[in-house]
């Protein structure tokens, strides 16, 4: 049978490192906590007291004595697409060097999914990073009762730190450049607008048309309700399967997913890029310059995303009364042979 000096020995409290020490419990549970005021004599003691008897901080104890977890939830719409996983990279850049844990969720581009998510961490972490599904939100995005930042998209009425794209300046300059190009049918393969950011990007598509003159035909828009490549073939199969007479010539896609989807739809129907289809997209990754013809593309700062959105928030949890701040990056766009 053990007894409790052995237990004592095996598993140390903070008991045993304030003796050990000398100093009084609170003492000792404030400078193992990292909370609270301790002189640097009682904190050096404390350290190395814990040091030799082997003491491992209980973090639950921690959080519940500090009232902070030192973590952080990220929700991103889909954990498999190249763009959300640089942005937590670039979350993760910030937020880890000032100690706290970046604790993931993914959506699928669902907002019931999304509440879900939200409410799970909201007991667990300090604050909130959120790319939400739909700008409508969902109930727990508009009130999560945490210090909260918006990633990549926006929420419609809701007062929270934001740090976007210029999604509709960098898809009129997409299509822009189509029409100097000399293109006149141009159509659009996209996800649903369910998103701030794809709305953007489709009002940006529907701007440069109307600024150059030409027709906006709804049946060049290619719309797809599955946030997926293979959504995005399905719905470019459509729209490039029409007669050669009324079919568009050249193609904007808003985003990697639809990218991929267009370029498998045109490989299928034997289409020619740029010869016979020229294609644009939002959003660079590395496969867009593995192809050939490589692909034309606007570029958004994706990790600069992630890395000012994790600077936000830090800020927020500082400051929980700081004036609301909304930061838009730039974007560009980088001309390749896709686009003729």
Not at 38 to 50: N, P, Y
Not at 171 to 178: K, P, Q
Request: with cysteine; hydrophobic share 45%.
């Amino acid at each position: 049978m053990s007894t409790g000096r052995e237990r004592a020995a095996s598993s140390p409290t903070v008991a045993d490192v304030a003796k050990a020490a000398g100093v009084s419990f609170a003492t000792a549970a404030r400078a193992l906590g990292g909370y609270g005021h301790v002189s640097a004599k009682a904190r050096a003691a404390v350290e190395a007291a814990g040091a030799e008897l082997g003491y491992r901080r209980n973090d639950v104890a921690r959080a519940l004595a500090s009232g902070s977890t030192r973590s952080v939830g990220l929700v991103v719409g889909d954990i498999e697409n190249p763009f959300f996983a640089t942005v937590s990279r670039g979350v993760a850049d910030v937020l880890e060097p000032e100690g706290y844990t970046l604790l993931l969720a993914n959506s699928d581009e669902d907002p019931a999914r999304e509440a879900r998510a939200i409410e799970a961490l909201r007991t667990q972490v300090d604050g909130l990073l959120i790319a939400p599904a739909a700008s409508a939100g969902a109930a727990r995005t508009q009130d999560p009762g945490k210090p909260l930042v918006l990633l990549d998209r926006s929420v419609n009425g809701l007062e929270a730190d934001c740090v976007t794209v210029e999604n509709a300046a960098g898809a009129t300059r997409a299509v822009e450049h189509l029409v100097e190009r000399g293109h006149r049918r141009i159509g659009i393969v996209t996800s649903g607008a369910g998103s701030s950011s794809t709305a953007q990007r489709i009002r940006g598509y529907r701007g440069a048309l109307k600024a150059a003159g030409l027709e906006i035909d709804p049946a060049w828009e290619a719309v797809t309700p599955e946030f997926t490549p293979t959504g995005a073939r399905d719905a470019a199969l459509r729209l490039l399967g029409a007669p050669k007479r009324r079919r568009v010539t050249a193609v904007f896609a808003t985003d990697n997913f639809m990218t991929h989807g267009v370029w498998l739809a045109a490989r299928e129907l034997g289409l020619k890029v740029p010869d016979e289809l020229a294609v644009v997209a939002f959003d660079d990754i590395d496969w867009l310059t593995l192809v050939d013809p490589q692909v034309t593309a606007v570029v958004q700062p994706v990790m600069e995303l992630g890395r000012e959105a994790g600077r936000l928030l830090l800020r927020r949890l500082a400051e929980p009364g700081a004036k609301v701040r909304r930061v838009r990056l730039g974007t560009e766009l980088v001309v390749r042979a896709s686009s003729g």
